[in-house]
């Protein structure tokens, strides 16, 4: 029976090993499976972040295409303002001439009427009407002061266009060069 007993325990102390070494191995592969569950988690985690990504680089390439357009279309709408602002200046000193001519005849007759007048005064043939005369010279000196005001102010007019031309000029090269620069970066 000792024996029997010796063998019984000897089998049981096996057992137990042998248990002992399935649960080692068991224990090992629940470590190996949590490590792989984390590796597969953590490359999940790093898929999602590369496609947040993919999408946020894909957002700035859309923005950025927007803004080249925005930029485009800016640039025509100033190039079609500097074109009008161009014509308009080009037609200016027609204008002035024109506004020469009016003003040089209307010197021509306001300075007849002055000389008739003047005449008229020499010879007092009309000595009651001497009063006529001088409204008729006040108002030819009125008339003058008028053209020469509306000249005057034509002149300013053409110095402001002048002006908002130059610096529609600027900013139409400033945005030009922008666009220029946007471009460079983008491509």
Known sequence: MDEKKKDFYTYVDNMHKKNEE???ILDAKKKIKKEENKK???????????????????????NNKLSYLNLKKERFLQKSKLMNLNSMI?????????????????KQRSQRK???LLETLETPLYPENVDDLWNQIKECQKNTEQLNNSITEMHNEL???NKEYVN??????VAFYLYIIKYVIIF
């Open 114 to 116: 002055i000389n008739e």
């Open 40 to 62: 597969i988690e953590e490359s999940e985690r790093m898929i999602k972040n590369n496609d947040v990504y993919i999408e946020t680089i894909d957002d700035i390439h859309k």
């Open 22 to 24: 399935i649960h080692g």
């Open 90 to 106: 080009s037609e200016l000193p027609i204008v002035m001439q024109g506004e020469e001519k009016k003003y040089s005849e209307f």
């Open 168 to 173: 529609t000029k600027d900013k139409f090269r």
């Open 159 to 161: 110095n402001i266009v």
